[in-house]
């Protein structure tokens, strides 16, 4: 079963599995919340763990930076281990002023300003969402634990240092926040007829100027990430 980014082998992947860029915090993921969790993929140090939250099977891996390195490991894990949910836990900046540092996006819709999607070849522009069903739970989940969280698109961007200085642009469309994954994600979840749902958590916010640091962002987070297991 193994790919050329992934060596596990058949059934080392839960159905769901949950997704930050971050290595270390995929790490942290697995050895704070799963049970009995094994490395199950570490090619190029993009580890994978697979256990049990709360008796159920869930698997946790790392993305990496950017639609090129999420779309090659989620189109591997969608068709070649069986894997049914893909739920991406990452951070954001914001350019919504309704937001604040800390808050949970969860990622209705995906814009972009990449090319990713001409691969499919559609006399259009197809524009990518999450599943309904991850979604509704999340929103649930969300309103039970009283999380501050909004709902809406987001900007799935490649460029972290846009010379051009055009992201805020966005916001006058409604965008909440900007990344670099969750488009292509949904792109490939749709391709495959899989699901997935980008739970994020604004890391800095591009209006205000306020931000985090980066042994922050590996090491807290929790909600998002007990909001995802939670739907897992």
């Known amino acids: 079963m193994a790919t050329p980014h992934i060596a ?9 599995v949950l997704m930050p860029g971050d290595p270390l915090r995929a ?8 049970k009995d969790a094994r490395l199950v993929n570490n090619v190029r140090g993009v580890q994978g763990y697979t256990g049990t939250y709360r008796g ?5 891996m790392a993305s990496g930076m950017g639609m090129p390195s999420i779309g090659i490991y989620s189109y591997e894990l969608f068709n070649f281990f069986g894997v049914q949910s893909i739920i991406r836990v990452g951070s954001a900046g914001a350019i919504s002023p309704g937001l604040r540092v ?6 209705m ?5 990449s090319r990713y999607g001409a691969q499919f070849s559609l006399p259009g522009t197809f524009a990518p969402i999450a599943d309904w069903g991850l979604l509704e739970k999340a929103v649930r989940a969300a309103e039970a634990r009283k999380t501050s969280f909004r709902v809406g698109n ?6 972290f240092y846009d010379d051009s200085g055009s992201t805020l642009a966005w916001g006058k469309m409604g965008v909440l926040a900007v990344e670099m994954e ?7 979840a749709a391709r495959a007829g899989k699901e997935a749902l980008s739970v994020l958590t604004v890391s ?3 209006v205000t100027g306020e931000s985090t640091t980066a042994e922050e962002r590996q090491n807290g987070f929790t909600e998002m990430m007990e909001l995802a297991l939670e739907i897992a």
Do not use: W
């Open 182 to 188: 969750t488009a292509a994600l949904y792109m490939n």
């Open 27 to 34: 790490q942290v993921i697995a050895e704070r919340y799963l």
């Open 8 to 16: 596990a082998e058949k059934g080392d992947f839960a159905p769901t």
């Open 109 to 113: 819709g995906a814009c972009t300003d």
């Open 102 to 107: 800390r808050d949970i996006v969860l990622a």
């Open 204 to 206: 800095d916010h591009l």
């Open 154 to 159: 987001v900007l799935s961007s490649d460029l």
């Open 56 to 60: 159920k099977a869930v698997s946790v």
